[in-house]
């Protein structure tokens, strides 16, 4: 295969995207595109090798899954090797026990699998060391059904290989686009709405072998070919630049960069300008090293953040991510080339270093995850007295929100059915005990949270609430959509109810235009006023404030998305009530205590209100908001 210097520079056009976009520059707000250019640039290597090896007649699965071990596994097990220290000293129980499920998931190539269990990739970026392995997984899963499929394909003959590609990667695109929008988290780590990228890559090789003289048409205008590559370069650093996490990924808005990577592939050579661009000496260096690059930055950004109380700065993550690029170095010279080097280290060596790994990670994450992160080898009890009394505040917090009650979860034992048909929130016996309010306080979690509040201030609203569940139809899972329709009758039948208040964890999604539209006809159709709570701010590495026993813990700055000017304005327009949850919540924009003047905590966690945090917020809400204190009043 001959070496093309353009595309080792693409590699570098694809990794520092994703680099400052997890270190968080806002103007790399679309960086995680890189990863598409990566599937692509990945899915034209590979179907080109295995194409050229079929015509050859020298093709082996045996060959080929010995060039992904060299290529993948050493440089991954030494990262993941050299974040075990960093986890044993500076993770706490709950994160460890994470850290070491994940290694499991990445050894195995399930990490995608994981965590797309565990929440979304956009939530979760910030504080998982090994979340980016996601990405290796579905390559690998890719890879593990690939050769197969283009082995078939090929003893039907050549002629079928294009159009057999082609249909697989648009029934996987049309997957991605449907998936993206009512499966957003399984659509966007999942093989089969991923796949059609690596295809996107695989045609191309295609084109390029079978087809070239096409290509030859095109490259007889070298204004031809030097503005379509341009346009691909274009296309890439438009995604970069202008995309954001509410796109929806992977599906139609990733032809962006797919497309613009496929034009580079395609018509850019050493002569045109992008070709020369991406040809420099320091484009194909850090292309060169792209691979360990990507493998370093993720775990050096999230230890820094667990490391510290606040958010570590703009410099401190310049200097992440230089330390990134040098380790990448070091590892692609002193363990990337020699293990991909056959003379050095044999077929059997290195199929014997995998499996060890493979073991070592297994076990080791295994064990680590049996006993809550190695608790006891790495804590004495004191140590964890803060945490304990957290987790006690939890499950009082849960107790108070009548979990399982009038706060539904798929793991409370029963049917989403048998909970619509036994649900009962406003006129049972407990009811008898507070002031009714002319409100029903719909969403996740957080909107139960609001619900003891009111309760412990004694005002009884109307409660519906979902676990995870999201407020606009197209975001909700089919629970949620199932929960909200089921008791939807009980709020428009009930002329007592005057209001609904809407609280949610919200996510980039919810709250674009589309999204916020959206939540706000939805909950318009049920014939009541509505009152839309903002985020609850969400405090940053709040078991490890409280496990060092510091005063405030730092409450993230992407809550602040539901508190935008443009969100106000909307929700002034359609004549919904807004009520700054933080303004509530904190003493001053500066000032949000983990605890009171006396110490008692008023949190359980990053974002859930413990019994005498809720007592406070109700009295606060009341004291503080119009619409409450008439409620509130006129009772």
């Known amino acids: 295969m001959k070496y093309r210097r353009e595309i080792d520079g693409l590699r ?168 993206s929008i009512s499966h957003p988290t399984a659509a966007f780590f999942l093989l089969p709405t991923r796949a059609w990228e690596l295809m996107v890559g695989g045609l191309v090789a295609f084109v390029i072998m079978y087809r070239k003289q096409y ?69 194909v260096g850090i292309g060169l090293i792209s691979y360990s690059a990507y493998l370093w930055h993720q775990p050096l950004f999230v230890f820094a953040r667990h490391r510290s109380l606040t958010k570590p700065g703009t410099l401190t993550f310049l200097l992440l991510s230089a330390a990134a690029i040098g380790l990448a170095y070091l590892s692609w010279r002193y363990i990337e080339r020699p293990f ?80 619509i048909n036994e649900w009962n929130c406003y006129d049972d016996a407990e009811s008898e005990k507070y002031t009714k309010l002319p409100l029903a306080v719909v969403g996740d979690s957080l909107s139960a949270d609001l619900v003891v509040s009111l309760k412990l201030s004694g005002f009884l609203p109307m409660q519906i609430a979902g676990n995870g569940c999201f407020l606009a139809p197209s975001l909700m899972k089919e629970e949620c959509r199932i929960l909200f329709s089921g008791l ?17 964890r919200y996510t980039w999604r919810e709250l674009s235009p589309g999204g916020l539209k959206e939540i706000i006809d939805y909950w318009s159709g049920f014939g009541k006023k509505l009152i839309f709570f903002t985020a609850m701010p969400e405090f940053s590495n709040f078991n490890k404030t409280i496990f060092r026993k510091a005063d405030t813990p730092p409450f993230l700055k992407l809550v602040k998305y539901s508190e935008r ?5 909307y929700l002034k327009s359609r004549n919904v009530h807004v009520i700054s949850t933080s303004s509530i919540f904190c003493k001053s924009p500066e000032h949000c205590p983990a605890r009171d003047d006396e110490g008692n905590l008023l949190l359980t966690d990053g974002r859930h209100m413990t019994k005498q945090g809720s007592i406070e917020f109700g009295q606060r809400l009341i004291k503080m908001d119009p619409v409450f204190r008439d409620l509130t009043r006129s009772k």
């Not at 599906?251 to 991406?278: D, E, M, R």
């Not at 004495?380 to 803060?386: G, I, M, R, V, Y």
Request: charge should be positive; include cysteine.
């Open 488 to 504: 939807r009758t009980r709020i428009e039948g009930d002329k007592r109810i005057k209001y609904i208040a809407l609280y949610n």
């Open 565 to 569: 000017k443009e969100v106000y304005d």
């Open 12 to 179: 570098a056009i694809a990794v520092l995207p994703v680099i400052f976009f997890h270190a968080g520059f806002e103007l790399f707000r679309g960086g995680f595109v890189g990863v598409d250019v990566f599937f692509v640039i990945s899915g034209y290597l590979i179907t080109t090798i295995i194409l050229a090896d079929q015509e050859k007649g020298t093709f082996s699965l045996l060959n080929f899954y010995e060039r992904r071990a060299r290529r993948i596994l050493p440089a991954l097990f030494i990262v993941m090797l050299a974040s075990i220290p960093f986890a044993w000293f500076w993770l706490l129980p709950d994160d460890m026990k994470s850290f070491s499920k994940s290694l499991v998931a990445a050894a195995t190539y399930m990490a995608n699998i994981l965590f797309w269990h565990e929440r979304g990739y956009f939530t979760a970026t910030e504080l998982k060391p090994l979340l980016h392995t996601w990405s290796l997984a579905v390559e690998e899963q890719y890879y593990a059904f690939f050769p197969l499929v283009l082995m078939l394909v090929w003893r039907l003959g050549k002629k079928y290989i294009f159009t057999a590609l082609f249909v697989i990667a648009l029934l996987s695109l049309a997957l991605a686009q449907i998936g």
């Open 340 to 419: 991909r080097t056959k003379g050095l280290i044999s077929r059997n060596r290195i199929f014997s270093y995998s499996i060890l790994g493979m073991i070592f990670f297994i076990l080791f994450g295994s064990i680590g995850y049996l006993s809550n992160g190695f608790t006891r080898q790495r804590f004495s009890e004191e140590d964890l007295k803060p945490l304990a009394e957290a987790q006690a505040m939890h499950k009082e917090r849960i107790k108070l929100s009548r979990y399982g009650e009038c706060q539904f979860d798929e793991n409370i034992g029963k049917g989403l059915e048998q909970f």
């Open 215 to 283: 290509i030859d048409i095109v490259a007889q205008k070298r204004a031809i070919t030097e503005v379509l590559g341009l346009l691909g370069l274009a296309l890439i650093l438009y995604a970069v630049f202008s995309f954001n996490n509410t796109m929806v990924i992977p599906g139609l808005w990733a032809l962006v960069p797919t497309i613009g990577t496929a034009l580079i592939i395609l018509f850019v050579s050493p002569q045109t300008a992008t070709g020369k661009f991406l040809g420099s000496k320091i484009a």
